[in-house]
């Protein structure tokens, strides 16, 4: 085998000899870890202390990266896993040593380069703080910045720009504030954090997304006393701190309220607006809405609901956006007053119902101790609903069901059926047109881990397969080509070529790749 010249070529030359002299002691990668038996998930974190509010973010190589809060005292982590579900790095890395006796929301995000971001409430010095840190994909620190530290500060909220820059929103005496990062240094790039006001009424930040041309939209929940109505405000805020919609945001829904500590979510569009989703109390009915990247609101004043009935009870939405374009929304739903639960769904296309007046049953009613925590993905060109299927207290079951463009349910799958409680769902997509999916649970109430599963377009538990270690063009094949890739992405953070996944390309990766060679 011959080695190209090139700048660097001698050096490269003795690292390949060394790597092809203990090529043949190098095997694949480990076998998947997804796990492909429901009554035996992939237990992400488990420990004596509760392990809780897992998240999702996107890591190289069609991996992920998992955070939670573990811990006697809710330290704040996070794990790399790869596309099959094998840990990458050694042991979950403690992002920040906490001895909180609760626990409040935080963020995760991560960019196009690998480095992954997290953003929560820590006491620095005694004083409340709002931390944000960055990861590299081997684990090691980047930087870490305070955001603010004042009393009166929580939950902290995070997400990346499309121009790379990382943004940090909280609420400091319910005031939002929020601050824009540089990716490399995290040196704070505005003079002053944004903050957002309004005369008679308190708005506390929900998320923030982002929108395009490095933008980004922050959502906050607004009222005029405690306990008076809570309603949905939107906020586009550019790269340059300005803010070009209305002062005190765009409505997404001014008739109604939250329910009271709910502080939903929402998904870009695709085209610098967002899609909303929530549930309002009194009638408990879910709802969507969408705004433009202009701020104008796309579905009326209040938004859509999901069905033209308040018979039952219509909570806790999850929505997802369809290969189609179309905007997918997932509901539990309860019978007022029973023990009669189902699971339902929604297509909007341009915000008109699309699945009729009541939606189509995923889960049909019927009498069981509960049903919850809906969540939305996508698997392969289809959508997916997950759910918790509750036969007691103590036992939850996590199941699955891909529904087509018209509604029909094509497939249903067991992901866990293993004992204990089962909440705090969230999905993500997967390598191989699948689905990944986290939650939090236990064998008792009271104690809780973390565990992860990954269902396939076809309805599949297990990782992906079908790839082959060190194929770094897709051919299908481990040659020439490949080993040309990787030497291309030498020394390089991440990448393809990044075979033993601990953030660099170097001759760990070449031995993997000569020794997977066709």
């Not at 609101?297 to 929505?319: C, E, F, I, K, Q």
Request: charged share 15%; net charge negative.
């Amino acid at each position: 085998m011959q080695i190209a010249a090139s700048p660097r070529g001698a050096a490269r030359r003795s690292v390949v000899a060394t790597a092809c002299a203990t090529a043949l002691a190098v095997t694949s990668l480990a076998s998947a870890q997804f796990s492909s038996d429901a009554s035996a998930p992939l237990a992400v974190q488990a420990t004596a202390s509760d392990d809780v509010q897992p998240k999702f973010a996107p890591a190289p190589n069609g991996g992920h990266y998992i955070s939670f809060l573990s811990g006697s005292g809710y330290d704040v982590m996070v794990t790399r896993i790869d596309r099959d579900g094998n840990a990458v790095w050694a042991a979950p890395v403690v992002v920040e040593d906490r001895a909180q006796s609760s626990t409040t929301d935080y963020g995760l995000a991560s960019d196009a380069a690998g480095n992954v971001y997290l953003a929560y409430d820590h006491p620095s010095a005694g004083t409340p703080a709002i931390r944000v840190k960055s990861l590299d994909a081997s684990g090691a620190a980047r930087w870490a910045q305070v955001v603010t530290a004042a009393s009166g500060v929580n939950v902290g909220r995070v997400t990346v720009a499309s121009d790379g820059a990382v943004w940090v929103a909280h609420a400091l005496n319910a005031t939002p504030r929020i601050q824009r990062f540089d990716a490399a240094t995290g040196a704070p790039t505005l003079a002053t954090p944004v903050t957002i006001t309004e005369s008679g009424a308190t708005q506390i930040p929900a998320d923030i997304q982002p929108s395009v041309d490095g933008a980004v939209i922050v959502s906050c929940v607004r009222y005029t006393t405690f306990t008076g109505a809570k309603v949905l405000r939107a906020h586009r805020i550019n790269a340059d701190g300005s803010r070009p919609w209305a002062a005190i945001g765009t409505a997404v829904f001014t008739t109604g309220s939250l329910q009271f500590g709910s502080f939903p979510s929402f998904i870009p569009d695709g085209a610098g607006g967002a899609y909303f989703s929530w549930y309002s109390t009194s009638p408990l009915q879910s709802h969507v809405q969408r705004v433009n990247a202009s701020g104008a609101a796309l579905y009326g004043t209040s938004g859509v609901s999901v069905t033209t009935t308040t018979t039952d009870n219509r909570v806790s939405p999850s929505m997802v956006l369809g290969a189609d374009d179309r905007l997918y929304v997932f509901w539990s739903q309860q019978t007022p007053n029973t023990s009669i639960y189902g699971v339902f769904g929604q297509c909007f296309a341009k915000g008109v119902r699309q699945w009729g007046a009541s939606g189509v049953a995923v889960e049909p009613m019927s009498s069981t101790y509960s049903r919850a925590w809906a969540t939305a993905g996508r698997a392969g060109d289809g959508v997916v609903c997950f759910y918790a299927d509750s036969s007691s207290a103590i036992q939850d079951n996590i199941r699955v069901k891909r529904l087509s463009g018209a509604g029909a349910v094509e497939w249903s799958a067991d992901v866990a059926v293993s004992s204990g409680v089962k909440y705090r769902l969230a999905s993500a997509p997967a390598d191989g047109d699948g689905c990944a999916l986290v939650w939090q649970g236990g064998v008792t109430t009271g104690a809780s881990d973390v565990f992860a599963a990954r269902v396939g377009a076809d309805g599949t538990l297990g990782g992906p397969g079908g790839g082959v270690t060190g194929d770094l063009n897709g051919d299908g094949i481990v040659d020439a080509a490949d080993l040309a890739d990787l030497l291309g992405q030498w020394g390089a953070k991440g990448g393809t070529g990044d075979l033993d996944g601990d953030g660099s390309v170097g001759a760990a990766d070449l031995a993997i790749l000569l020794g997977a060679w066709s």
